[in-house]
T-cell receptor, first 116, second 112 residues
Framework: NAGVMQNPRHLVRRRGQEARLRCSPM?????VYWYRQLPEEGLKFMVY????????ESGMPKERFSAEFPKEGPSILRIQQVVRGDSAAYFC??????????????FGPGTRLTVL | AQSVSQHNHHVILSEAASLELGCNYS??????LFWYVQYPGQHLQLLLK??????LVKGIKGFEAEFIKSKFSFNLRKPSVQWSDTAEYFC??????????FGKGTHLIIQP
């Protein structure tokens, strides 16, 4: 049973470019969460999605960041016009059931974004 | 809003030493508590979790944690560490309307 998959593992972008991070949840999981880990910081919640729905985006920066989880295909975290401060590790997690308060989340390997 | 505090950012121990990593959270209601581990170059893995019942929780690789509600704590312990325990350890909590909230992590180095 494959775990949560994220690609790419490493992504390098120049300032002003777009970054697209992909996350495929574990088989049977329909809930996806994105977290960001800045250097020397813990993981910070960004957004929680179910298929075709954004449930909670309270942790997302108001501008340049967006997320989707289409009916078919992986969840995408999109960062437009990246800046150096976006450099971080971005982790995706998935869980099988509704009600994120009750579920264990399983994490992917992360995408390390470097903005030059 | 809930928050998680991990007291030690860096811990260095010798093999066979006993380990205790502190974790305190701030939330007055019912919580679910987790410890995750991230080995060098690998992704986050669940070590153990507490949802309800026995406050002493046993996890993988000989780790355990004790939930002390009166102290808002969920400290991680292992009686005898190994070199392979070198990793980053994250305490996390879910309570109320907030999602999974992580502490800043503790970087554990075990010296052979």
């Amino acid at each position: 049973n494959a775990g949560v998959m994220q690609n790419p593992r490493h992504l390098v972008r120049r300032r002003g470019q777009e970054a697209r991070l992909r996350c495929s949840p574990m088989k049977g999981h329909s809930h996806v969460y994105w977290y960001r880990q800045l250097p020397e910081e813990g993981l910070k919640f960004m957004v929680y999605l179910q298929k075709e729905n954004i449930i909670d985006e309270s942790g997302m920066p108001k501008e340049r960041f967006s997320a989707e989880f289409p009916k078919e295909g992986p969840s995408i975290l999109r960062i437009q016009q990246v800046v150096r401060g976006d450099s971080a590790a971005y982790f995706c997690a998935s869980s099988p059931l509704s009600g994120r308060a009750a579920d264990t989340q399983y994490f992917g390997p992360g995408t390390r974004l470097t903005v030059l | 809003a809930q928050s998680v505090s991990q007291h030690n950012h860096h811990v260095i121990l010798s093999e066979a030493a006993s380990l205790e990593l502190g974790c305190n959270y701030s939330y007055g209601g019912t919580v679910n508590l987790f410890w995750y581990v991230q080995y060098p170059g690998q992704h986050l893995q669940l070590l153990l979790k507490y949802f309800s019942g026995d406050p002493l929780v046993k996890g993988i690789k000989g780790f355990e944690a004790e939930f002390i509600k009166s102290k808002f704590s969920f400290n991680l312990r292992k009686p005898s560490v190994q070199w392979s325990d070198t990793a980053e350890y994250f305490c996390a909590v879910i309570g109320g309307a907030d999602g999974l909230t992580f502490g800043k992590g503790t970087h554990l180095i075990i010296q052979p």
